[in-house]
């Protein structure tokens, strides 16, 4: 089952729209362009960004690009043109797109910055008033920067975009247009900056190095070389000719929706976060997200801005800031916490209620979470035992089990069912599996 478990999380790290298959290497400059840049050789970029849909980015070295996580490099003026036209520049500074959902003039427009004046476009189209000075548009960012890169509530406190120009960085607030400053002196010299998945990259040299957007911080082994990651190149590479396995293979230990929307699934030592497809599927260890979860888990369900990660016999509750964070004191017991003894298999909570569902072996136990000290106020035999995963939503309750799942309209009805519901298969669009 382990080898399952990281096959189909390689296999769905591997789902990156755009991205080559592993087998393919980088196209070489042909005969004749020997004065192109061959990101293959390990060059520094001047920019990063995703393009409109963020589903493809641009890599930026002097006049060029590369459009995606494979191809062929081009002119820049291919894609924006006016550069050439308004500045005769062969580089750009910095680059990101913005995103700011409540002005949709300005959502998933890229902005590109050189020296001292910025440009925003559209559908590969400059704006009507651009260029315009970084000033008028960013006011208090400095001129020739070195990086920036957009940072959305829920990952920053505020829809930021971060710019780096030396060890400074400068934290633009889209709303109140005011800006924080801070150093980062750990972090290496950004020349390029990248957000992919709700991941943050610093790319310096031909490496990158992963850092938190709020604090700077880094965790991790780094620096990684940018050719194993985020291009195809011969002699490169870290994922190897994995394959997504069949859906009949998939198996859940958890899967939760956060008070933000997101729904995460979790398998193993991995999680993958599926609400959002614009950036592919992808998965990443537990303790990328919840650092001290070092086992895997049992059972996860939110509630009032917080996680509750269940593993065995404990309880890990993080608040659900622009990272999650762990509340002092925990992790604690399950008997401390919710008044359960023993081991969990699932739990679920359902929108703008307050009891939690918790699944053990061939009963349902049900917690008032408002209650002070917490107590089962409420346990019923389950007709259908050891389930895996379960999730509660618009549609209904979703109980997991291998790889298919049963659907009930309710947590009464699936409490008090004598019969289950008919079974449905997982499939890929649920979960990036092979059909």
Known sequence: MELITRTLLLGLA??????????QDEPAPEDGDAALPD????????????????KNPFFF????????????????????????????????????????????????HIFLFLDDHVFSYY???????YPKTIQEDFPGVPTHLDAAVECPQGECVTDSVLFFKGRDVYVYDIVTKTVKTKTWPHLPLCTSAFRWAEHYYCFHGHNFTRFNPVSGEVSGTYPKDARNYFM?????????????????????????TDDRGRIYLFTGLNYTRVDNRRNGLHAFPI?????????????????TNKMYLIKDDQVYIYKTDAHYVLIEGYPKSLREELGIEGTVDAAFLCPNEHTVHI??????????????????????????????AGLCGPDGIKVFKGSQYYLYASPMILATS??????????????????
């Not at 990101?39 to 963020?54: H, N, P, V």
């Not at 559908?123 to 008033?129: I, P």
Request: hydrophobic fraction near 35%; charged fraction near 25%; charge should be negative.
């Open 418 to 435: 004598k019969i289950a519901p008919v079974p449905r298969n997982i499939t890929s669009v649920m979960m990036g599996c092979e059909d």
């Open 61 to 108: 070295k002097e006049g060029h690009l590369w459009n995606g996580f494979y191809g062929p490099v081009k002119p820049s003026t291919m894609f924006f043109k006016e550069l050439d036209e308004h500045h005769h520049l062969g580089h750009v500074d910095a680059a990101f797109r913005m995103h700011n959902p409540e002005n949709q003039d300005a959502h998933d």
């Open 359 to 388: 699944l053990q072996g061939h009963m349902i136990r049900d917690v008032d979470l408002t209650a002070t000290p917490r107590v089962i106020n409420r346990e019923i035999r389950l007709p259908l035992p050891d389930i895996d």
């Open 232 to 256: 195809k190149c011969e002699n490169f590479g870290h994922g190897g000719d994995h394959k997504a396995p069949k859906c009949s293979e998939v198996k859940l230990d958890a899967i939760s």
């Open 123 to 129: 559908n590969h189209t400059l704006e009507t008033g």
């Open 39 to 54: 990101r293959c050789e390990g060059i520094e970029f001047d920019a990063i960004t995703l393009d409109e849909s963020g």
């Open 14 to 23: 591997l789902s990156i729209t755009n991205a080559a298959p592993a087998h």
């Open 287 to 303: 303790t990328r997200g919840w650092k001290e979860v070092t086992n895997g888990v049992d059972a996860v369900f939110a509630y």
